[in-house]
C-alpha cells in the first residue's frame, strides 16, 4: 500500500488504512513532529473499520430479487467444490447463535495482523513484514465508551540481509489505548446505530448485486473488488450469522473463486482457504473459513511472482479476527491517544494541529 493511496479520501466508503500501516506512519509523524520546528496540521489513524449503515445502493438489489442460481451477466459458472464449501459454511453459520452482548458488556474483537513494507534503495526495492495485536471493546450501548487497545506494530519476516536491515532501522511501532464515548476515537464521528451489514438484502444473488453496484469502478475488477468487498466485511466487522451466511453464499457466485487449500493454517486455526487469483495484481486473495462452524477464520494474499524483494509464494498481508463477549475493558486511555499526550489540538473531524 503507498502513500496515494493512504490518501485517498474521495470516497467515504473507501476502505481505511490497516491498523500496522496506521503504527508505522504515526511513528514516522512524531519523529517528523520531534524534529519540525513549525506546527503541521495532522490527520490520524483510522478507527477498526467497522462499516456503519451509509446508503449503499439496494436498486440493484431489488432488480435481481427473485433470480435463480443460472448463469447471467454479472454471475459466471460457479466451482462445485467451492460452492458446496460455502454452502456448508452458510449453513453452519445459520446454526451459530451470535455473542449475546448483556448490560454493562463488552464485545471484544481480537485482531492480529501482518502487513508488508517496502522501501526504495540504490539497489532496489527491499521489503519485510509486520505484525500487530488489536483489542476493540465495545459496549452493549453503543453510546458509551468504547475501548481500543492498540498493539505496537513489530519486524514479523525479513527476506535477507538488507530487507533485515530495513526492518532494523523502521521507525518503532507505539502502543496506545485510546477511549471514547460512541467509538469517536481521535475526534472522529460516532458510531451508534445499525452496522452497514445489517441492512443488506441477505438473498445471494441481490446481495452480491448490491456489492457490485456500491464498489463499481474500484479495484483492477469488478470480481476482485465484490471478493475483496466481502472478506473485507468479514474480517473486520461484528457481522450478524445471517449476514454471514449470505456473504459465503454470495462470494459463491463470482467467477474463478477456487479452493487454494483444504487445511490452511492461520494464527493457529486451521480452515479451507478459498481464493481468487488475479493476474494484474499479482496476487491471489483468499479468505479461510471453517465448514464445520461457520467461522470465519481470516484472510491473506500470496503474490504470483517475486515483488519488491518478496519470493512468490509469499502471503504479503494476512488477519485473523476472534469475538468474544467481555464483563470488563481496560482502565485508562484518552480520546485521542498520543495526540493528547503531545498537546494537539482538534481542528477538525479526525484533524488535529501539533
Known amino acids: 500500500m503507498d502513500e496515494l493511496t493512504l490518501l485517498r479520501e474521495t470516497r467515504t466508503d473507501v476502505t481505511p488504512p490497516d491498523q500496522s500501516t496506521l503504527d508505522r506512519g504515526r511513528a514516522a509523524l512524531l519523529h517528523a513532529a520531534a524534529t519540525e520546528q513549525t506546527a503541521q496540521p495532522r490527520r490520524v489513524p483510522a478507527r477498526p473499520k467497522v462499516r456503519w449503515a451509509v446508503g449503499m445502493s439496494l436498486a440493484a438489489a431489488a432488480v435481481v430479487t427473485g433470480l435463480v442460481a443460472t448463469d447471467v451477466v454479472g454471475f459466471g459458472a460457479t466451482d462445485s467444490a467451492v460452492a458446496s464449501v460455502l454452502h456448508e459454511s452458510a449453513e453452519a453459520a445459520i446454526r451459530t447463535t451470535d455473542p449475546v452482548v448483556g448490560p454493562g458488556q463488552y464485545l471484544r474483537i481480537d485482531t492480529t495482523a501482518v502487513n508488508s513494507t517496502t522501501t526504495a534503495g540504490d539497489d532496489g526495492d527491499t521489503s519485510y513484514l509486520t505484525i500487530a495485536t488489536d483489542s476493540l471493546f465495545i459496549p452493549a450501548n453503543q453510546a458509551d465508551e468504547w475501548v481500543w487497545a492498540r498493539g505496537a506494530?513489530?519486524?514479523?519476516?525479513?527476506?535477507?540481509?538488507?530487507?533485515?536491515?530495513?526492518?532494523?532501522?523502521?521507525?518503532?511501532?507505539?502502543?496506545?489505548?485510546?477511549?471514547?464515548?460512541?467509538?469517536?476515537?481521535?475526534?472522529?464521528?460516532?458510531?451508534s446505530g445499525p452496522t452497514e451489514a445489517e441492512t443488506w438484502p441477505t438473498e445471494p444473488h441481490a446481495l452480491l448485486a448490491a456489492i457490485r453496484d456500491d464498489t463499481a469502478g474500484q479495484g483492477v475488477s469488478s470480481d476482485d473488488e465484490a471478493l475483496t468487498y466481502i472478506i473485507d466485511t468479514l474480517a473486520q466487522n461484528p457481522v450478524p450469522a445471517e449476514t454471514r451466511s449470505a456473504l459465503y453464499e454470495a462470494a459463491a457466485l463470482i467467477p474463478d473463486v477456487e479452493i487454494q487449500d483444504d487445511r490452511a493454517t492461520l494464527n493457529g486455526r486451521t480452515g479451507v482457504a478459498i481464493g481468487r487469483t488475479e493476474g494484474r495484481a499479482n496476487t491471489r486473495q483468499e479468505m479461510i473459513v471453517n465448514p464445520s462452524t461457520g467461522d470465519f477464520i481470516g484472510q491473506r494474499r500470496v503474490l504470483l511472482s517475486p515483488e519488491s524483494g518478496m519470493p512468490a509464494g509469499t502471503t504479503t498481508t494476512w488477519t485473523s479476527s476472534s469475538t468474544t463477549v467481555s464483563d470488563t475493558a481496560p482502565e485508562g486511555g484518552t480520546p485521542n491517544g498520543a495526540m493528547d499526550d503531545e498537546g494537539c489540538v482538534v481542528t477538525g473531524v479526525s484533524e488535529f494541529q501539533c
Open 153 to 191: 506494530t513489530k519486524p514479523y519476516k525479513t527476506f535477507g540481509p538488507a530487507s533485515e536491515a530495513a526492518a532494523a532501522t523502521a521507525p518503532a511501532g507505539t502502543a496506545e489505548l485510546v477511549r471514547a464515548a460512541g467509538g469517536t476515537f481521535y475526534a472522529g464521528s460516532p458510531r
